[in-house]
Each structure stands twice: as structure tokens, then as C-alpha cells.
């Protein structure tokens, strides 16, 4: 109970010492903003893609900060202390599905992108790929970005809004208006660069914190006979299969599935200065996920026995992460772990605003204005219409996050379902496949992404069929999966242009 009285202390006596620390944190990422302006934001491939210049080890840490988000330190701490071990499925099929994406993905998206006549979003690769002149395709997955990274952006914001809440007893939504303002501001004016930066910063924050938060807290209870107290709690808090269904395990590990179709995620494979880079990357980058979803594993585990040691009052289990760094550190070293959640909320929020201002960008306004990106006279133009799109879904999103209404987890697991059901089967097939159509491309992701929405509204209603309770990105990847290749099969062969292109591809990966 020592631990129990000192947090009572330590709420009263870390006010500045905290607010100080969060303060360094932000002007360090304004900083950073401000380099990359100053450094290359002229064009629009630059705004948006940093000029495809970026090392393997910015890229890594970039592309495993803008996924991890705040449901990292926030959301899976918070599963795993309400489910106990089995609610950590998520991070084996997380890891797993990373790791195949590096491998299946990365390389040859990086090369045919380039090849694609520079493409620079994903909705212009699908356009590009399958020659698709009636722009329907850009269309489609232009709007699919847009809905569904609006949604994922209020996941984040409603992250920041509950940390400043729950750790500095700030008002919700203050708090989301905080951590808005300082994405929007270094987003806008720094553009791909800066984001790219500011998570490399933001990942090795992370990894530090999610290291030493679990075994900090060990120390401090009794060492691994604390896995003793968390058993006796609950019996099946250590058991992988016991307090979750084959259904729920199946699911959890369907996670991976998504990574496939994430345009925050894959745009980082189309940065890096070389394919040949990749390998590199992927060692650097899987490693900091694995360790950094251990810690978060570990962190929702032993906060099972360190609340109940230290008979805190836990009214939200999303915030064990934030507990227990304000009752174990110093408050300046506290302050420093509220800062890594905020670093996984905001370097995630950047990725998506700059993905959907791209999209808004390239894929309808320049459609609306008929020109594109080779139109260099309107460089300037182009990058304004940038930046004035990040501020535009930033405030939709907020609005939308203003009144929450689910848990961070479940926030995410929706558009990530959205994501990989509707562009996951399409990126491996246009990467694979030399047989696929527009015609296969636009039905397979209209399906795709209609499957996961139907079956957000069907799990609803808590008498729904047992089928509902399966995680929606299966039955969504599946059909448009089988939509895709059936429909290709069934229209007419693609062009040779792109049949060339695609050897072209395969010839340069495997040089």
C-alpha cells in the first residue's frame, strides 16, 4: 500500500514538473516540422513522399510508429489487463503479418510504383496498374481512404483526449484539441518528411518506455513471483486458450491480414531510397515491433497485480500504462512515458492525415481541375491544396471524436478491418498476378470494404448470429479476395503495356 499513497503525492507534486516535459516533447516535434520545411516541401512528391530518399532505419521506425498508435499503450495494455494472456493473440498475428509484408510487399511495391509513372498513392498505383482511363478505380479507393482514414483519425484523437484526461485531469476535450493542434501544425508545413522524422523520434520513445515501464514495475512488486499474485486473481489471466473461443484466437490473429492493405503503412515501402534497403528495414523494424508489443503484453499483465497491490481504483483499463508510470517514476520521467503514448497517438495521426490529404489531393482534385502531377506549373498549388486537405480531415475527425463512443481497440479494429478487407487482396494481386482487371480491381474492393461494414452493423444487436462474432476483416478479405480473381478471370486480359510493366517489375526485383 506504500505504492498507493506515494501516487497520491505524485498526482499533486508532478503538475509542472509533467506539464513541463510534455511541453519539451512538443517543441522538439515543432522542430522537427520546422527542419523538414525548411529542407524539401516544394513539390508535391516531395510534400508527399520525401522525394523517395529515406534511409532503412526512418523508414522502419516510421512505418512501425505510424502503425502502432495509441492502442498500443493504451488499448492492448488495456485488453490484456481486463482478458489476461489470451487477449495477446493480436500481437503474434500482428508480428507474423508485419513480417510477411515486409517480405511479400515492400519490394515490389517499392519498384512498381517508380515504374508506374512515379506513382505516389495507392489509389494512383491502382489506376496505373490495370490502365484503368475511366478513373473509377482512383475514384472507389480515393473515397475508401478518405471515409475510413477519417475514422482512424478519430481513434487517435479520442487516444489523446482520454491520456490528457485521465493523467492530467484536463478536461476530454481540451485534451483532444491539444494533441490536434500540434499533429495538424507540424503535418501541414513539414508534409512527409516531417512525419517521417518525428516517428523515428517517436518509435525509440516508445521502445524505451514499453522496456522499462514492465520491468520497473517488477522490481518493484515481487520480482516473478508476481505472475503468482496474477493467477490467483484469476486462474485463466496466464492461460493462452482459457477466457477466449476459437473464433476469438482466429480472429485476434486475423489481425495480420490487414497490414497488406494499410496505405499509412505500405506508402513507407514507397520512400525508402532502394528496394535493395528493404532487408535492412525489416530486421530493424520487426524487431522494435516484437519487443514494443511485448512490453505493452507484459505492462496489461503485471498492472493485474500492481493495481490490486497497490488498491488503486482503475475506472478505465486503457490507462493501466499511464497508472503506473505516474506511481513508479519520478514525475519529469513520468511525464517522459506520457510522452510516448503521445508520441504513438500523434505519429500515427500524421501518417493517416497525410495519406488522406495525398488521396484528396491527387486522386479528386486534380481529377476536378484535369491536369496531374507532371503539370509542374502548378507545383505550388498542388502542395497548398496538400496542406489545406490535412487541416480539413483533422477537423472532421475531431468533431466526429468529440463525443466517443467505443473503446480505443475497437476504434482501431474498424478501420483496419475497412483497410485490409478492401486494398489488402488488391495490393497482393496487382504485386502477383499478372491476370488482374479493373473490372476485378473495383468490384473486389467495393465488396471488400462493404462486407466489413455490414458486419460492424450486424455485431451490433446483441442477439446476432454466432457467425458476427468472427472479426471482420476475414469474411471481407475472403470475398473480395474471391471477387477480385473471379471477375479479372471473367473480363477481358490486360493490356500488353501492363503486361510488360509487370515483367519489368519482377525483372528489376529479383536483379
Not at 512501425?64 to 495509441?70: T, W
Not at 484526461?165 to 503535418?187: D, K, P, R
Not at 513507407?268 to 532502394?274: A, G, L, Q, W
Not at 478479405?477 to 471477387?483: D, E, K, P, T, Y
Request: proline residues 3%; hydrophobic residues 50%; contains cysteine.
Amino acid at each position: 500500500m506504500i505504492l498507493a499513497s506515494t501516487f497520491q503525492n505524485i498526482k499533486i507534486e508532478a503538475t509542472w514538473m509533467t506539464y513541463v516535459m510534455i511541453a519539451f516533447y512538443f517543441l522538439i516535434l515543432l522542430g522537427i516540422g520546422y527542419y523538414a520545411y525548411k529542407q524539401s516541401t516544394s513539390t508535391l512528391d516531395e510534400y508527399m513522399l520525401g522525394g523517395r530518399s529515406l534511409g532503412p532505419l526512418v523508414t522502419a521506425l516510421s512505418a512501425g510508429a505510424a502503425d502502432m498508435s495509441g492502442w498500443m499503450l493504451m488499448g492492448l495494455p488495456g485488453s490484456v489487463y481486463s482478458t489476461g494472456l489470451s487477449a495477446t493473440w493480436i500481437a503474434i498475428g500482428l508480428t507474423i503479418g508485419a513480417w510477411l509484408n515486409y517480405i511479400l510487399v515492400a519490394p515490389r511495391l517499392r519498384v512498381y510504383t517508380e515504374l508506374a509513372d512515379n506513382a505516389i498513392t495507392i489509389p494512383d498505383f491502382f489506376e496505373k496498374r490495370v490502365s484503368d482511363h475511366t478513373r473509377i478505380l482512383k475514384i472507389v479507393s480515393g473515397l475508401i481512404i478518405v471515409i475510413f482514414f477519417t475514422l482512424y483519425t478519430q481513434a487517435g484523437m479520442v487516444s489523446g483526449g482520454v491520456l490528457f484526461e485521465s493523467a492530467f485531469g484536463l478536461n476530454y476535450h481540451w485534451g483532444l484539441i491539444l494533441t490536434a493542434g500540434i499533429v495538424i501544425l507540424y503535418t501541414l508545413f513539414g508534409g512527409y518528411l516531417a512525419v517521417s522524422l518525428t516517428d523515428f523520434f517517436q518509435g525509440v520513445i516508445m521502445l524505451i518506455a514499453l522496456v522499462i515501464v514492465p520491468i520497473v514495475a517488477l522490481l518493484k512488486l515481487n520480482g516473478l513471483d508476481t505472475f503468482d499474485t496474477v493467477v490467483d486473481l484469476k486462474p485463466t489471466n496466464l492461460d493462452w486458450f482459457k477466457g477466449t473461443t476459437t473464433v476469438g484466437i482466429i480472429s485476434l490473429l486475423a489481425w495480420g491480414l490487414g497490414y497488406f492493405g494499410q496505405p499509412h503503412i505500405i506508402v513507407r515501402f514507397m520512400s525508402i531510397r532502394s528496394h535493395k534497403l528493404l532487408p535492412a528495414a525489416r530486421r530493424i523494424g520487426i524487431s522494435w515491433m516484437a519487443i514494443s508489443l511485448l512490453g505493452a503484453c507484459m505492462t496489461g499483465l503485471i498492472g493485474i497485480a500492481f493495481v490490486h497491490e497497490t488498491g488503486q481504483k482503475l475506472d478505465n483499463p486503457e490507462t493501466i500504462f499511464v497508472v503506473m508510470s505516474q506511481i513508479l517514476f519520478h514525475p519529469l520521467i513520468a511525464g517522459f512515458f506520457l510522452a510516448a503514448i503521445l508520441a504513438a497517438i500523434m505519429s500515427t495521426i500524421s501518417s493517416q492525415l497525410l495519406v488522406t490529404s495525398s488521396s484528396l489531393t491527387q486522386d479528386f482534385y486534380m481529377l476536378f481541375r484535369k491536369t496531374n502531377l507532371q503539370d509542374k506549373s502548378r507545383e505550388k498549388e498542388f502542395v497548398l491544396v496538400g496542406r489545406l486537405s490535412v487541416l480539413l480531415v483533422a477537423l472532421i475527425a475531431g468533431a466526429i471524436a468529440w463525443t466517443p463512443n467505443d473503446t480505443i481497440l475497437n476504434l482501431v479494429g474498424n478501420a483496419w478491418a475497412g483497410f485490409g478487407a478492401a486494398f489488402g487482396p488488391l495490393v497482393l494481386l496487382s504485386l502477383f498476378w499478372k491476370g488482374l482487371t479493373k473490372e476485378g480491381a473495383i468490384t473486389g474492393m467495393i465488396l471488400g470494404a462493404l462486407t466489413v461494414i455490414f458486419w460492424i452493423v450486424m455485431k451490433s444487436p446483441k442477439d446476432h448470429a454466432d457467425i458476427f462474432n468472427w472479426y471482420e476483416i476475414i469474411p471481407g478479405f475472403l470475398i473480395s479476395l474471391l471477387a477480385t480473381i473471379i471477375v479479372s478471370m471473367m473480363t477481358k486480359k490486360p493490356e500488353q503495356r501492363v503486361l510488360d510493366e509487370f515483367d519489368e517489375m519482377e525483372r528489376i526485383v529479383k536483379s
